[in-house]
């Protein structure tokens, strides 16, 4: 088991597999690092089975757009078995790709969609078609890529009237969607909008049916009769931090020890067997909270 010098377990890897991406939202943090070169399947796997021998049980792949790579499925299909295996992904590829994926061993996937409405969407992505996005969310609900999460960073002035309607959608799908309102991180982007989640709080707790707090930077999850939210604060937001049992693999094989830095990545491709077991073991000891509080 990988531990931290704060006491932080370490059972969740997030690889990004690529930095490109057919989308361009205005306000994306890319991961928190952009890199021209890629792993090889081969590669990803081997980095992902040294992270499962040290106890990790939940795999995440991203990106950049994780379906732009030819060979995701070949990547997926190459991963050792975990608890789980997600993807998060604009859904823009995903109607081509559901089965294939689920049949690779994909678990299920978050799907980005900050508005409903088509033209805010394309300016917003500039260029993304939302109803590409529409069929790869049916899609991922038929090949059983469930539950689907559905990812909104909320912006003020763009997309907070929208709050309603995404429930609306969501509740269309009857228990397979779960609502993620995300907010907005200012990494790459000089933060214009910036909304605290934290202020729906009120508002789902006195209506949920239940309340789930997630192990998992204790993300706050609300179960209703036919959807789910779940509130993410990344922002000057401590508990996130004291709780984040992540820990992130870059296109171009380095660790990444937080989202928010890049002071500390550490170098691990080509790397394999005990050597690569020690580096990424050196490499957990980096981690801190970025928001540590008081
Ligand atoms: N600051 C910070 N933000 C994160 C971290 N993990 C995820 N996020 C943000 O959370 C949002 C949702 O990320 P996803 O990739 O869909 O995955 P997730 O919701 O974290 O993971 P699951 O709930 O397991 O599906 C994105 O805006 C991420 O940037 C993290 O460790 N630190
Ligand atoms: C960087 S994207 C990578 C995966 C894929 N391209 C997608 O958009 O789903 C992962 C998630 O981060 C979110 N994200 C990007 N920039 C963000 C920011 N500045 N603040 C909060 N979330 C952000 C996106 O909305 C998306 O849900
Ligand atoms: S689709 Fe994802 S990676 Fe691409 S620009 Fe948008 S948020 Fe960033
Ligand atoms: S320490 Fe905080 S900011 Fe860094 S990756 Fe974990 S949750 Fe994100």
Request: one cysteine or more; proline letters at 2%.
């Amino acid at each position: 088991m990988l531990v931290d010098r704060f006491g932080r377990k370490i059972t969740n890897l997030r690889i990004s597999v690529t930095s490109r991406c057919n989308l361009n939202c205005f306000y994306c943090h890319r991961e928190g690092y952009l890199s021209g070169d890629e792993l090889s399947p081969d590669e990803i796997a081997e980095i992902a089975e040294a992270f499962r021998e040290l106890g990790v049980r939940k795999v995440k792949i991203t990106g950049g757009e994780p379906l732009v790579r030819k060979d995701i499925v070949e990547i997926v299909e190459k991963l050792p078995k975990f608890d789980e295996i997600s993807m998060t992904t604009n859904g823009q590829l995903l109607s081509r790709y559901a089965c294939d994926l689920k049949r690779a061993g994909l678990d299920r996937v978050n799907v980005s969609l900050d508005t409903l409405d088509a033209k805010k969407y394309r300016a917003m992505t500039r260029g993304g078609k939302i109803e590409r996005v529409i069929e790869g969310i049916e899609a991922a609900i038929n090949a059983g890529l469930t539950p689907v999460k559905l990812n909104m960073v909320l912006i003020s002035g763009l997309n907070l009237d929208e709050i309603d309607e995404m429930i609306k959608f969501a509740r269309k799908f009857r228990g397979k969607l779960i609502l993620q309102f995300i907010e907005l991180v200012n990494l790459n982007y000089n933060g214009e909008g910036y909304f605290d989640v934290f202020r729906l709080k009120e508002r789902f707790e006195s209506s949920a049916r239940e309340i789930r707090i997630r192990g998992m930077q204790k993300r706050r999850q609300y179960i209703f009769e036919d959807y789910a939210v779940e509130l993410v604060k990344p922002v000057d937001n401590s508990e996130f931090c004291h709780s984040c049992n992540r820990i992130r693999v870059t296109a171009d094989g380095k660790i990444k020890p937080c989202l928010m830095r890049n002071d500390n990545l550490v170098d691990v491709r080509g790397l394999s067997g005990e050597r690569l077991l020690n580096v990424i073991r050196e490499a957990i000891l980096l981690r801190e909270p970025y928001y540590r509080g008081d």
